[in-house]
């Protein structure tokens, strides 16, 4: 590993370029490589012990490109695997659920969760925000539809917003603050401050990316300002309309798209 190692992120699929964006506004610098499991999304829907598996052999894929640090773009893996990754590894190894949670925790203790079934199954949040503060009050809500509607490229429609609205129709009136907690749902926040402006919406990317920001300064891992970074996009599976919606996620031009076996 050098200060030049690229810095690895993997997602079930390409909704994680949210937090690459995010990674890429505090870094620019960086080199990244890109991980998105589009042959196996979604996670949110499997078990425990696939989810698990999977984000070893994404992890151990990673490997072979020597990075500094092994950033879970993907909540429900994080939910998951995070542990299990962090024994594996002698990197760091980091989530994106505590850098929501320490951020959420700034605005509110009355705070709701969107996200897969599968992470509402794991508990991971309101295990997080009350092990951080046991003063919270913690509502999980799972949004399984928004997945497919984030990869359609529905954005930002009339019956995405129908759908926004149902979801969010039993939030309980004490909540101020809503965590994304999961990759795909930032596509989301035109709907969502439009149906609820009152609500602070909270996006892992931006939290996240200044916490590596700070980790990578403190270990001095981070790029020499001189290099060249770029970004790589290795993917399990290929369709016609993928590069353009990763460039969608990303908020840029995607680079090309490399196509993998894991
Ligand atoms: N990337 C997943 C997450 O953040 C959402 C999509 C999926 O279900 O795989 O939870």
């Known amino acids: 590993m050098t200060m030049s190692s690229p810095i690895a992120v993997f997602d079930s699929g390409i909704g994680g370029l949210t937090v690459v964006q995010a990674l890429r ?3 620019p610098e960086e080199t ?4 998105g499991d589009t042959a196996r999304v979604p996670y949110g829907t499997k078990s425990a012990s ?3 598996r999977y984000a070893i052999q994404a992890a151990e894929k990673l490997a072979s490109y020597k ?4 950033i879970i773009a993907c909540n429900t893996a994080s939910a998951y695997g995070l542990e299990i ?3 594996r590894w002698s990197i760091p190894v980091l989530g994106v659920i505590e850098a929501s949670a320490r951020l959420a925790l700034t605005h509110s203790h009355s705070i709701a969760v969107l996200a897969t079934r599968a992470t509402v199954t794991s508990d991971i949040y309101p295990q997080t925000l009350k092990a951080m503060n046991t003063a919270v009050s913690v509502h999980s809500m799972a949004a399984p539809l928004l997945v497919s509607l984030a990869e359609e490229g529905w954005w930002d429609n009339s019956i995405t917003e129908d759908i926004c609205r149902y979801y969010l ?6 909540v101020n603050t809503v965590i994304l907690g999961c990759t795909h749902f930032p596509v989301f926040l035109p709907i969502l401050e439009r149906i609820r402006p009152d609500l602070k919406w909270i996006d892992s990317g931006t939290p996240l990316a200044k916490e590596v920001r700070k980790l990578l300064s403190n270990t001095t891992r981070s790029q020499a300002p001189t290099s060249h970074p770029t970004l790589r996009l290795l993917v399990t599976d290929e369709s016609t309309k993928l590069h353009e919606l990763a460039s969608r996620f990303l908020g840029e031009s995607a680079p090309p798209i490399e ?3 894991i």
């Open 25 to 27: 506004q505090q870094m």
């Open 32 to 35: 990244i490589v890109y991980l």
């Open 50 to 52: 696939t989810i698990q």
């Open 67 to 70: 990075p500094k640090l092994l």
């Open 85 to 87: 990754l962090k024994r």
């Open 169 to 174: 129709a039993d939030l309980p009136a004490s």
């Open 259 to 261: 196509l993998i076996n």
